[in-house]
Nanobody
């Protein structure tokens, strides 16, 4: 059974940085889209960023220029580098992969095959 696990969350001051990592041992990422989502208390889950099999990426407007998604297919890992963090970035962050899609054109919609349990990111002074 495939298990995705996120690490790297924590408490950071506004303007700070964090790097989230998602491990998916035994799952071949090569042909699939992978993504990061987040959910803040009392809010709907939202798509943050997606990387297609061709390494093309897309971002939510709220994080463009601050967040960078990366994937290491050889290591079955997905990363999210977050810079200039803001209090509104506070949320539980989830990584996901979908065996039914290879690109990110509709990443905010539909269902995703695999999810991690999430990691908490808190941005506060």
């Amino acid at each position: 059974q495939v298990q995705f696990v996120e690490t790297g969350g924590g408490l950071v001051q506004p303007g700070g940085s964090l790097r989230l990592s998602c491990a998916a041992p035994g799952f071949g990422l090569d042909y699939y889209a992978v993504a990061w989502f987040r959910q803040a208390p009392g809010k709907e889950r939202e798509g943050v960023s997606c990387s297609g099999h061709d390494f093309r990426s897309t971002y939510a407007d709220s994080v463009k220029g601050r967040f960078t998604i990366a994937r290491d297919n050889a290591q079955n890992r997905i990363y999210l580098q977050m810079e200039n963090l803001k209090p509104e970035d506070t949320a539980v962050y989830y990584c996901a992969a979908d065996i039914e899609r290879s690109t990110c054109s509709t990443f905010r919609g539909g269902t995703w095959s695999y999810w991690g349990p999430g990691t908490q990111v808190t941005v506060s002074s």
